[in-house]
């Protein structure tokens, strides 16, 4: 399961690389007109760009769900010794970004708000980044990033439910308290067939995207409800319990649809009418060096010193300097942090432009960089 979830990661962040490019090429092109006014246009009672980042992406959330119950119960973070690294520094390397954020933006109101962008890293991306290097990265190291970004997925839920929902409707919530307590009965009543959770799931989503939290927290919420624990039919074949067979058969999907589609709507960047002055802007820098520097201080600095503190070991034959180029790829932020920018600044168009050309800027440099310092640090070992 470790081996599949490595690979098709990083064949989707490939293609999630590649989705991004087109977007940025069509939005500086003759079709830009027809890019952006298809976002904007409405089906039904959302817009195009809201049914992708509020209806598709719960898929990404349910999948993330799903992998953070899984790994957490019966996976590389089912012990304390197992999650004492990556734990500490994914929390590094929110903490960290975040503070840097701050220092650009904590006097401007108007911008502090996206404290939140440069704190998540993108796996798919990251794993993309790592497969062009081929057999020279241990696979521990492989497994630490993916550890980490699983642990910095869930603290980028919590951040959204708490500091990026709306204003909340009472009713509604209490509805979707009474249809989570239906998937936790459910649960606790054996139901292993996948079509009744997924059926009060669909319920769930529209009664939160009603309540004023945010929808995709629906995704995240259904994962958990999900039974990891195989059919009585097949009681010693846990690959054929529901979350694992649901995991199986949302992951292609989400890999190599949901998230392309994301990053095509919102990755596209018009450069018409780009100032030096954005580049330079204090929120476009918060973003950029957030990533850059803030992963690479917190990832890394706070590793090290569970390693130098004797907390936890080295991953399995790693160097320093490998340590220092998986922490550089963490700074690859591209699909949680444009969904928490767009959510930071949902009606502010011009703040949405110079978080992306932060995002973009600092997960491009972020990615050179890790790839250079990876083979770098081959090279050294080899010797």
């Known amino acids: 399961m470790l081996r599949e979830f490595l690979d098709s990661s990083a064949s989707g962040g490939l293609v999630l690389m590649g989705a991004a490019a087109l977007a940025l090429i069509v939005a500086n092109s003759p079709l830009a007109s027809i890019y952006f006014n298809t976002l904007t246009a409405y089906v039904g009672p959302l817009s195009v760009s809201h049914w992708i980042n509020d209806a598709l992406m719960a898929l990404f959330f349910l999948l993330v769900g799903l992998e953070i119950k899984r790994e957490m119960l019966d996976g590389q973070l089912s012990t304390w010794n197992r999650r004492i690294l990556p734990g500490v520094a994914a929390l590094g390397g929110m903490v960290v970004p975040a503070l840097i954020f701050l220092f650009f933006n904590a006097s401007d109101p108007a911008t502090a708000r996206g404290w939140a962008i440069p704190s998540a890293t993108d796996i798919a991306f990251a794993l993309g980044v790592l497969s062009l290097l081929g057999n020279r990265v241990p696979t521990s190291l492989k497994v630490f990033l993916t550890a980490l970004a699983i642990i910095d997925d869930l603290g980028a839920v919590v951040i959204i439910a708490l500091f990026y929902s709306g ?173 928490i920018g767009l959510l930071a600044f949902a009606n502010d168009p011009i703040l949405q432009e110079e978080v992306k050309i932060g995002i973009l800027c600092g997960s491009l440099a972020a990615g050179l960089l890790g790839y250079v310092v990876l083979r770098a640090a081959q090279r050294e070992d080899i010797k």
């Not at 074949?237 to 589609?261: C, K, N, Y």
């Not at 201080?297 to 399995?316: C, N, Q, R, S, Y």
């Open 167 to 339: 204003e909340l409707s009472v009713p509604y919530l209490i509805l979707a308290a009474v249809a989570l307590l239906t998937l936790k009965n459910m649960n606790g009543a054996g139901v292993t067939k996948l079509w009744p959770y997924l059926f009060v799931g669909a319920i769930l989503w529209f009664v939160v995207l009603r309540s004023g939290v945010h929808a995709t927290i629906a995704g995240v919420l259904l994962a958990l409800t999900i039974p990891l624990k195989p059919s009585p039919a097949r009681p010693d074949d846990m690959a054929q319990s529901p979350l694992h067979r649901l995991e199986h058969g949302l992951h292609g999907w989400v890999t190599f649809l949901v998230i392309p589609v994301f990053g095509f709507a919102n990755a596209g960047v018009s450069f018409v009418g780009l100032s030096p002055a954005m580049l330079t802007d204090h929120l476009t820098l918060g973003v950029a060096l957030g990533l850059l520097l803030g992963k690479l201080i917190g990832v890394f600095g706070t590793a090290m010193l569970v390693v130098k503190m004797d907390w936890a070991d080295m991953p399995a034959g790693a160097s320093t300097a490998q340590l220092l180029g998986i922490s550089l790829l963490c700074g690859i932020g591209f699909t949680m942090s444009l969904f």
